[in-house]
């Protein structure tokens, strides 16, 4: 989970509109799958399953910023 310190430059990474070059995309892709798998292993309580959700759309939505680049190449 992210802390006080970690949680500033992962927002930095993930404003609108800012490309991420391919290592840090990979990088920030297999933390929210890391984390939502976590969240999945937990206890099933409506806030895991919230969080878990969350980060797996944060790791959908770097996926199709990925997809939508090599389309553009």
Same mark, same amino acid.
């Not at 949680?7 to 990474?13: G, M």
């Not at 840090?24 to 890391?34: C, I, K």
């Not at 798998?37 to 895991?48: G, I």
């Given at each position: 989970?992210?802390? #006080?310190?970690?949680?500033?430059?992962?927002?930095?990474?993930?404003?609108?509109?800012?490309?991420?070059?391919?290592?840090?995309?990979?990088?920030?892709?297999?933390?929210?799958?890391?984390?939502?798998?976590?969240?999945?292993?937990?206890? #099933?309580?409506?806030?895991?399953?919230?969080?878990?959700?969350?980060?797996?759309?944060?790791?959908?939505?770097?996926?199709?910023?990925?997809?939508?680049?090599?389309?553009?190449?």
């Amino acid at each position: 989970m992210a802390t #006080a310190t970690t949680a500033a430059p992962a927002a930095h990474l993930a404003r609108p509109g800012r490309a991420l070059d391919p290592i840090q995309r990979q990088a920030a892709l297999e933390n929210a799958l890391s984390c939502a798998l976590y969240f999945v292993r937990q206890d #099933a309580t409506p806030q895991n399953l919230w969080a878990a959700t969350a980060r797996t759309n944060r790791a959908l939505t770097l996926l199709k910023q990925a997809s939508a680049e090599l389309g553009r190449g």
